[in-house]
Each structure stands twice: as structure tokens, then as C-alpha cells.
């Protein structure tokens, strides 16, 4: 099966000390792949790279064929990258439809002169744009929530969150402690529509999680870090039985 993203080499230098350290990594399309290890293993980098909030120091990412490495995030969001934050970044005082429509600009063509005279073709797509943006909310599971954004429910924001990241139709979604804070209903209800991204639409998920029991039941492959290293790679299973990661972490970890 092809990969939609494939990184190699990628190393992350802060002065002397290597947060991330030559990892290989691909993510097949379609494929839920997750990246776990203790606190301080470079995972939140290693996203940020992907994502292009930081430079590589050495390596090169291949995303769908093309080499984005020196791309800036708001391009690669335009070859298909979506994200979502460890914390929540909504805006808070917009409604639901209005955060996902905002989440659609990188795909809108209209002008803003076009808006301004009122043209047909700009009114058409602002309209679908609008029924798209509904359409998303439904998917998630927010029919009709118009209140503002920072007054829904935390799940529900996280939520939210999800359906503006599917607003610039990605590929590949990286999500960043989807389940952080949530309640065990909440974290099942995440879980389910993590799956529903790949079964429904076809999307590849990298996903950092600390809840272990998200991690093994939905990825099909999960890559273990340790100090900026790769120390492990395979199904939760193979995973789950490695030495080197039941000492690094799995022993510590939280497992539900
Ligand atoms: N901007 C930065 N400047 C300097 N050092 C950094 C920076 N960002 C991260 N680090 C260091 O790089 C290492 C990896 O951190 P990172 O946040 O990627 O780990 P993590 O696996 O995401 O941890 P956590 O599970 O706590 O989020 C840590 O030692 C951290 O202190």
C-alpha cells in the first residue's frame, strides 16, 4: 500500500541536546498509526516537524509523493495536512459553523472584491461552503450546536476541533492528545470517530495519545519513542510484548 507521509532521518537539535534523533516513520494510507512513549521522548516535536512549525535539523519529509520539508505549515495544510492541538485552540467567541468555515479558507478561491459586488460564483461557494461546513459538523456529532464555541461542553470542543481540521479536506489528520481531559464516555466517543475518519473517509490518522487503551484498540501500527529515538515499531501487539518498551514505558504508563 502507498504511504502518504514518509520521513527519514529526521532529527531535531535544541543547542546539545537531540529531542528527536534520525527516525524513519511512514504512515500508509488509510492507516491509523500512533506515536507513544514517557514524557520529554520528542513526540510533540516529531509533530511539530510534520506539521512545519519546526525546521528539521537533518531529514527529509515526503508527503503524498512530494517533498514538503521546507514547506510552511499553511502549505502543507494545502497538500493535505490537518491538526489538531494538545490544547484546544478554537476561536472562542465564533459559533461552531463559523470555526469550521474559518478552517476552510485555505481552499476557498472567492475574493474578497468578489464578496464586496456580491458575484454569483462567490455567492454560490459561500454557500456550499456553509452546507459543507453543517455536513462536518454532523459528522462529529454537533448537528445544530450554535452557540458560541467556548461555551460547548469540553468534549464537544475537542470535537469541533476535529471538524475544522476536516474543513481544508485533509489526507493525513494529526491529532496531538485528542483524548486529553476527557471522561471515559468522552474518550470512547473520540475513539469511535477517530475510526469513523479512516472507515468513512478514507483519512490516515497520526495520532499522539498517553491513554493506552485508545492507542492499542484503534491504531494499526504504533511507533515507541525513547529520548528522541525510535525503540520500537509494530502492531500494538508486537508493541505491547517488547522489553525495551515495557522499560521505558509501558511499565509506567497509564493503562486504563
Ligand atoms: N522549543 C524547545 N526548545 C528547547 N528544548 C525543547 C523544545 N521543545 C522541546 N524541547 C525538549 O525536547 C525534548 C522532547 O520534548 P517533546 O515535547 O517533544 O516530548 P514529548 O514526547 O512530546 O513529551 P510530552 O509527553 O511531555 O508532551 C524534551 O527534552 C524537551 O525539553
Same mark, same amino acid.
Do not use: W
Given at each position: ?6 520521513? /527519514? ?16 516513520f511512514d504512515i500508509p494510507e488509510r492507516a491509523i498509526v500512533s506515536l507513544i512513549g514517557p514524557n520529554g521522548a520528542g513526540k510533540t516535536t516529531f509533530f511539530n516537524m510534520v506539521s512545519g512549525l519546526y525546521t528539521p535539523t537533518r531529514g527529509r519529509f515526503v508527503l503524498t509523493g512530494r517533498d514538503i520539508t521546507k514547506m510552511k505549515p499553511h502549505q502543507r495544510a494545502q497538500m493535505g495536512l490537518g491538526r489538531t492541538f ?43 461552503? /456553509? ?69 468513512? /473517509? ?55
Open positions: 500500500m502507498a504511504n502518504v507521509l514518509e520521513a /527519514r532521518g529526521i532529527t531535531k537539535a535544541f543547542g546539545g541536546l537531540l529531542a528527536v534523533n534520525a527516525v524513519d494538545q490544547n484546544i485552540r478554537l476561536f472562542g467567541t465564533m459559533s461552531a459553523v463559523d470555526n469550521v468555515l474559518a478552517g476552510m479558507h485555505v481552499r476557498l478561491k472567492g475574493s474578497i472584491l468578489g464578496a464586496v459586488l456580491k458575484m454569483p460564483g462567490v455567492r454560490r461557494e459561500e454557500k456550499e461552503a /456553509r452546507e459543507k461546513a453543517h455536513a462536518l459538523l454532523d459528522f462529529v456529532g454537533l448537528r445544530g450546536r450554535e452557540t458560541f464555541a467556548k461555551n460547548l461542553p469540553y468534549g464537544d470542543q475537542r470535537r469541533l476541533e476535529i471538524a475544522r481540521a476536516l474543513a481544508s479536506d485533509p489526507k493525513l489528520l494529526l491529532l496531538d492528545e485528542p483524548t486529553a481531559g476527557m471522561n471515559p464516555q468522552e474518550t470512547a466517543r473520540l475513539t469511535e470517530l477517530i475510526g469513523r475518519l479512516r472507515q468513512e /473517509r478514507g483519512l490516515s490518522v497520526l495520532l499522539i495519545e498517553h491513554e493506552m487503551r485508545v492507542v492499542m484498540s484503534i491504531s494499526d501500527r504504533v511507533t515507541v519513542l525513547d529520548h528522541g529515538e525510535k525503540i520500537s515499531e509494530g502492531t500494538p501487539t508486537e508493541v505491547r510484548q517488547d522489553e525495551r518498551v515495557i522499560e521505558a514505558y509501558l511499565g509506567t504508563a497509564r493503562t486504563g
